[in-house]
């Protein structure tokens, strides 16, 4: 396996060969992005998603906690931001929380519309521009193929119009892969998102290579299976090698293994935690597993 400056420093540090690591001072690694196909416009691998977490409704002290959370994120190199009308009140909570940090300008907004019908589902998207206080979306997308027809064509309205930027569909749960295949081999759209994580491997069968194929950007849901995974990992050890991809946590290990897949654009965690929110966040910078590594990732976890 390729040793890597992280690994040699320590090594060396062992050895006796180099001062204690306080005195040895480098610049962080750059974060790492990845374009989305159809422009070439880079994001972070890390993104933020928001079921539940952000389902506070008014009350002000978590609001404020929710701020804190969305200021650690932006401070770590956020972009991408996910909710859904779906979400109770989640997108009002990011309206107020984005207002309380003054509109951060390297927001990547992205929500869904999520009706059976066209008219209201219109409006819908209409009251969440409201809801986040944008102008327009970066990402309009249609959740868990609700009606995606009819609205895939109001959102390429909207698109022209020049209410989003970016248009996609969403699935979640591995439901209706075969309907969204079909959806991903016929229709010209922007983003992907669906559910994949080092225990939910579906997708890498003929879903991430139809979007690779496609040119279509792969948003990844659920990839601590809303925290059961991190439960389930929590109090076994992490693998010495682990390390080798700056991997101090299971969330760490977790995210790297999702964006390290050639066709993962971006993974969006939530919590609302900031302590939670600055581990998903160093998962941002570093080496990635190679397919090699990958599958020791694969073969490991199989054994706990």
Same mark, same amino acid.
């Given at each position: ?11 060396? =540090? ?7 690591? #306080? ?18 416009? /880079? =994001?972070?691998? @890390? #993104? ?25 994120? +932006? ?43 066209? #008219? ?15 102008? /327009? ?37 591995? /439901? /209706? ?19 994949? $994580? ?54 760490? +290990? =977790?995210?790297? +293994? ?9 993974? @969006? ?10 581990? $998903? ?24």
């Amino acid at each position: 396996m390729e040793v890597t400056r992280r690994r040699l420093l320590q090594l060396l =540090l062992a050895a006796g060969a180099l001062p204690a690591l #306080g005195s040895v001072t480098a610049a962080p690694a750059p974060l790492l992005t990845r374009p989305i196909p159809s422009t070439g416009e /880079r =994001l972070p691998v @890390i #993104g933020m998603g928001s079921y539940i977490t952000f389902d506070v409704g008014t009350d002000d002290d978590l609001l404020a906690q929710r701020t804190a959370v969305l200021r650690a994120f +932006f401070d770590a190199g956020g972009k991408l931001i996910d909710s859904s009308p779906m979400y109770d009140t989640s997108e009002a909570a990011i309206g107020e929380c984005l207002a309380r940090l003054e509109h951060p300008g390297a927001l990547f907004s992205a929500t869904k519309v999520w009706h059976w019908l066209t #008219g209201p589902g219109d409006r819908q998207m209409q009251r969440s521009r409201e809801l986040w206080r944008v102008p /327009r979306f970066d990402l309009m997308q249609v959740h868990n193929l609700v009606n995606w027809p009819d609205h895939l064509r109001t959102m390429r309205r909207d698109r022209e119009a020049g209410l989003v930027r970016y248009i996609g569909i969403t699935t979640s749960h591995g /439901r /209706r892969h075969d309907e969204l295949a079909d959806i991903l081999r016929t229709e010209k759209i922007d983003f992907v998102q669906l559910t994949y $994580n080092i225990r939910d491997r579906e997708v890498e069968e003929r879903l991430l290579p139809l979007a690779a194929d496609h040119g279509i950007a792969v948003i990844v849901n659920r990839p601590f299976r809303r925290g059961g995974l991190i439960d389930r990992y929590a109090g076994k050890p992490l693998p010495d090698w682990a390390a080798d991809i700056d991997c101090d946590s299971w969330p760490q +290990f =977790l995210l790297k +293994f999702i964006v390290s897949h050639p066709a993962v654009t971006c993974a @969006i965690p939530a919590t609302s935690r900031v302590d939670h929110m600055q581990e $998903n966040m160093a998962a941002l910078r570093g080496p990635l597993p190679d397919a090699a590594m990958r599958r020791e990732m694969i073969a490991y976890v199989d054994t706990l």
